[in-house]
């Protein structure tokens, strides 16, 4: 099973609410991503989280704050979004690796496309 | 940081052509994948590629880990309807640990 759900599919948000998207893969990866994609251009990191800690901050700003509250599960809690922040939000796992050789796909889940209004 | 240029951004073809693409980068990497999205869907892995000089099928996809370890490349034969996607490329250095690096992506649009 390669499978990453995330949930909701669409996501339509205006600048003062708080949402949170959801994220699960039962793959056993100790790794989890989120990246954000905006139209016509590659998926851009944004978090990663190795065995349930935040490893990687792509200088995010605060409002996006992620949480990995178990190996299988990842949120990322929303609140005071910009319209600039419209995109399609993916999530991905992976094993992890300590560097050099080994498996280091990464799988990706459907998405949540979510407008700021 | 790290950059991928892939070639081409786009491709218009007839159907039943084979297609070529490619990734450069001006570092070393130690794996290589290559992905496929459709509209409004996350990317697919297609073929993941692990040691220079790898040459790896996947029923009509074939790519491979350029020896120098700074390149890729995946071709499709006789490409059907349902190729038509964007194609990214992503690599990983040594020094990236859990972070890829992508390519712009290719746009393939097929004429039937």
């Known amino acids: 099973d390669t499978e990453v759900t995330q949930t909701p599919k669409h996501l339509v948000m205006g600048m003062t609410n708080k949402k949170s998207l959801k994220c699960e893969q039962h793959m056993g990866h100790r790794a989890m991503y989120w990246y954000k994609q905006k139209a016509k251009k590659p998926p851009e990191l944004m978090f990663v989280y190795s065995y349930e800690k935040l490893s990687i901050n792509e200088s995010v700003p605060s409002r996006f704050s992620p949480e990995c509250p178990n190996s299988s599960l990842l949120n990322l809690h929303l609140h005071a979004l910009q319209p600039e922040d419209s995109a399609l939000y993916l999530c991905a796992s992976s094993q992890i690796m300590s560097g050099g050789e080994g498996a280091y796909e990464q799988y990706f889940g459907p998405g949540t496309r979510l407008t700021v209004t | 940081g790290q950059q991928l240029n892939q070639s081409p951004q786009s491709m218009f073809i007839q159907e039943g052509e084979d297609v070529s693409m490619n990734c450069t980068s001006s570092s070393i990497f130690n794996t290589w994948l290559w992905y496929k999205q459709d509209p409004g869907e996350g990317p697919v892995l297609l073929i993941a590629?692990?040691?220079?000089?790898e040459l790896t099928s996947n029923g009509r996809l074939t790519a491979q880990f350029g020896i120098t370890r700074k390149d890729s490349f995946l071709n499709i034969s006789a490409s059907i309807p349902s190729d038509v996607g964007i194609y990214f490329c992503a690599g990983r250095s040594i020094q990236g640990a859990q972070k890829l690096v992508f390519g712009q992506g290719t746009r393939l649009t097929i004429n039937p």
């Open positions: 590629l692990y040691k220079a000089g």
